[in-house]
């Protein structure tokens, strides 16, 4: 079992489209990240929430972190064709481990 | 500031053959780092970590080990090369804040 799911697994929409993906444990943590990777590249950190029920916005992207700190949700408005990439959550655990799950792969069509 | 050198970005090996990639990062002191691996556009397993000189901890029982000879610099190894061993290798180091920073990767496709 994975110790964070994520969902959907792949997800293809139309310029201009809002979508949400998710990102889901039965533990909870004390933070959370958001990556974006492109094919050939490393994860680009997004953001991290640290705080139950915190919300944080990057330009389109809305990220929040659940009341439990267990869950947290990336929300896009008007999706573009540059958002296009793996999107993945990850955690910290004890030890200095960073946790990461299967992602959600994006496409954005023109 | 702080930059990740990882390579060589692709490498064909046949089985049996060694490996090693090297990491090496600049502009910071101590910091943590890491290997994983990521199956063709999946999420990231990961390998080894590292919180500082020659210490390392492995998180996956396999055909690979790690070494940390100096404080920003990690090495992933095997001396044989198994099929299973392809995919994309990701190195990073992280902060106080937890936050990791990747480098560019390296795509290994065992023949």
């Known amino acids: 079992t994975q110790l964070l799911e994520q969902s959907p697994q792949f997800l293809s929409i139309q310029e201009g489209e809002n979508l949400t993906v998710y990102c889901n444990s039965s533990s909870v943590f004390s933070s959370l990240q958001w990556y974006r990777q492109e094919p050939g590249e490393g994860p680009v950190l997004l953001v991290t929430?640290?705080?139950?029920?915190e919300v944080k916005k990057l330009k389109r992207l809305t990220f929040q972190f659940g009341d439990a700190r267990k869950d947290s949700s990336l929300h896009i408005t008007a999706a573009q064709p540059g958002d296009t990439g793996l999107y993945l959550c990850?955690?910290?655990?004890?030890?200095?481990?960073?946790?990461f799950g299967a992602g959600t792969r994006l496409t954005v069509k023109p | 500031s702080q930059t990740i050198h990882q390579w060589p970005a692709t490498l064909v090996q046949p089985v049996g053959s060694p490996l090693s990639l090297e990491c090496t990062v600049e502009?910071?002191?101590?910091?943590?780092l890491y290997w994983y691996r990521q199956a063709a556009g999946r999420g990231l397993q990961l390998l080894f970590y590292s919180v500082g000189i020659g210490q390392i901890s492995s998180e996956v029982p396999q055909n690979l080990s790690a070494s940390r000879p100096q404080d920003r610099q990690f090495i992933l190894s095997s001396k044989k090369l198994l099929l299973s061993d392809s995919g994309f290798y990701l190195c990073?180091?992280?902060?106080?804040?937890?936050?990791?920073?990747f480098g560019s990767g390296t795509q290994l496709s065992v023949l």
């Open positions: 502009g910071t002191s101590n910091p943590n």
């Open positions: 929430v640290v705080t139950g029920g």
């Open positions: 990850a955690v910290p655990l004890n030890n200095n481990d960073m946790r």
């Open positions: 990073a180091w992280s902060d106080k804040n937890e936050k990791l920073f």
